[in-house]
């Protein structure tokens, strides 16, 4: 069975081709490093994660990019108000970010570019933008023209007018849903020189400008929240289409909201459950699992219940792979249990092979270790063996102990 994706663009699932088969280029927006994550953000990297991990098992070579939003309004305030140098709070916070990301056992990314880092290929992108009148100037600030590439609602559906702009002042103009591509530069923080004035780019170019330099122009897929959808990546998109004259995007994937009290979690609302606390209480490999129950693209509400329960359906997991390594009895294996194993693996990566169908797939491993057929207490040791590689299989695509 091939792999299958579900397109947010087009909303239907698609077999997997990447554009180069010897590369499957990943790009998943990172965070913008002014606080501890929270279970929300843990809940979209452990997604792409395990995509990721999917995507290596058959075979492919993964070049996964997370970008670092070091350069910030929120970065700025939040240093200033603490007395530090905003570079100083953003290296504090990315190093504990990507520490929560090794206690979930996300595997290392390609590349963490930052964007302070990469500033002049993004002036390099907005003047050629500039150049074919993609860009005008408003008192210094530059925005981009949503409508001339197609404007918003290629990846939505939706129009602009029933969603929220991302500037809150939009009076100066030309169409009120054009966004802020160069920021002129404010007094005591970061800014770039450029052709457009001194300033630093938006959001959006951020993420396009590095997305393109770390992987090119052909990107397989690219991940986020769904709340990234709007205006977040339609905007790429219409840079994208500007930029290069088409959609650098294969795949655009985005993984469902996480909740608390049925309000989605959000650090600028302070309705947040921060990871670290989770941590102390669950530990990473139980909340792994517990972001893995559910598909990426369904909302999770957070709740302490449900993660008992996950805990002691990993723990019904790791018990049987125990009994299994104890098992010593002698003996060829037997065709009826060689076909109840096959069973449960075809089960595992069918689940998977459906758009990353982690719910199935942890189905199947359950109903594996409660079968009768493949007791520890029944099996021979080749039995054991084999049931062990099935294990090990699924283990380094929903990486829950970490033995990869």
């Not at 990721?52 to 970065?75: P, S």
């Amino acid at each position: 069975m091939a792999l299958e994706i579900l397109d947010s663009k087009t909303g239907t699932l698609r077999e997997f081709h990447p554009a180069d088969p010897e590369i499957v280029r990943m790009y998943v927006c990172g965070p913008t490093v002014y606080a501890d994550a929270h279970i929300g953000h843990a809940r979209s990297y452990v997604s792409f994660d395990v995509m990721r991990r999917y995507l290596e098992f058959k075979g492919h070579r993964v070049r996964m990019v997370v970008n670092i939003t070091d350069v910030d309004d929120v970065i700025d305030q939040k240093a200033a108000g603490r007395g530090e140098k905003p570079e100083v709070l953003a290296a504090r916070y990315e190093e504990r970010f990507l520490e929560d990301l090794r206690t979930l056992n996300v595997r290392p990314s390609y590349a963490n570019p930052r964007v302070s880092e990469n500033v002049p290929s993004m002036i390099g992108i907005i003047e050629k933008l500039n150049e074919e009148g993609y860009v005008y100037e408003v008192d210094g600030n530059h925005y981009f023209r949503t409508t001339l590439p197609g404007g918003y609602g290629q990846l939505t559906h939706e129009r602009p007018e029933d969603l929220l702009a991302d500037e809150p002042t939009m009076e100066d103009r030309e169409n009120p849903f054009d966004f802020l591509i160069w920021k002129k530069s404010k007094e005591g923080v970061a800014s770039w020189d450029s052709s457009l004035g001194a300033g630093r780019p938006g959001w959006h170019i951020q993420c396009y400008g590095i997305m393109r330099g770390a992987l090119g122009d052909s990107i397989d897929i690219h991940g986020g929240g769904e709340d990234l959808k709007f205006p977040h990546h339609e905007s790429n998109i219409l840079i994208s289409l500007a930029h290069m004259g088409k959609d650098a995007i294969g795949y655009h994937v985005h993984n469902g909201f996480m909740t608390l009290g049925k309000e989605k979690m959000s650090k600028s609302l302070g309705n947040f459950v921060r990871l670290r606390d989770v941590f102390e209480r669950f530990g990473g490999s139980v909340v792994r699992f517990y972001l893995l129950r559910p598909h990426y693209r369904e909302t999770i509400d957070y709740d302490e219940d449900d993660i008992e329960k996950a805990q002691q359906d990993l723990d019904l997991i790791l018990g049987f792979e125990g009994g299994l390594k104890e098992v010593e009895r002698g003996g060829e294996p037997r065709g009826s249990v060689e076909e109840e194993i096959a069973h449960y693996r075809k089960r595992f990566m069918d689940s998977m092979d459906n758009d990353f169908g982690t719910p199935g797939a942890i189905r199947a491993l359950l109903d594996f270790a409660g079968s009768e057929k493949i007791s520890p207490d029944e099996l021979r040791m080749t039995e054991a063996r084999l049931a062990l590689g099935v294990l090990n299989e699924a283990d380094s695509i929903l990486g829950l102990t970490g033995a990869d």
